[in-house]
């Protein structure tokens, strides 16, 4: 009898959210995985795991939400070739499509707050809140914010 081995979408912009995601690596090498993440001058797969890009968002910009559309489609189609079971996401707004269309999907969402983020939350972990299977905090003053949220230390 084969077992199912999970197929995991680890989703994070760039940046220091990307940083946070690529420390579980180990966990991404144990599973089929992949990872979603913006597109910029820097590139986030080192061909052991899968990478799709995505435009890259700011909420500031004139253009987000025709971003956050196009976005929205790469992310389906990601979705729809790839099938993971869950996803595992660090944030932010470049990351929500795909959180959104696999949760929509009947898939597992895990979310972990920013490490940033010690007193107030951020505007993406307060949408997907309330969506997430598990939501974990880096920090323990985060349980005022998230009561149901998991505290096990920091990813660093």
């Known amino acids: 009898m084969k077992v199912h081995k999970p197929k995991l979408c680890f989703a994070a912009s760039s940046g220091g959210h990307l940083q946070e995601l690529l420390t579980l690596r ?22 052991a795991v899968r990478c799709y890009y995505v435009p890259q968002v700011n909420r500031r910009e004139k253009g987000c939400f025709r971003k956050l559309l196009v976005n929205a489609v790469r992310s389906l189609k990601i979705c729809l070739r790839e099938r993971p079971d869950a996803v595992i996401c660090t944030g932010a707004l470049a990351a929500v ?18 490490f940033a983020k010690v007193t107030a939350p951020s505007q993406t972990g307060k949408l997907l809140y309330r969506f997430a299977d598990r939501f974990y905090i880096q920090w323990p ?14 990813v660093f």
């Open 97 to 114: 499509p795909v959180c959104l269309l696999c949760k929509l999907m009947g898939k597992k969402l895990v979310y972990i707050e920013s």
């Open 26 to 47: 180990p966990l991404m090498e144990r599973y089929d995985s992949f990872i979603v993440t913006e597109e910029t001058g820097y590139q986030a797969g080192d061909g």
């Open 141 to 154: 003053e985060l349980r005022a914010v998230y009561p149901k949220a998991v505290y096990q230390g920091g």
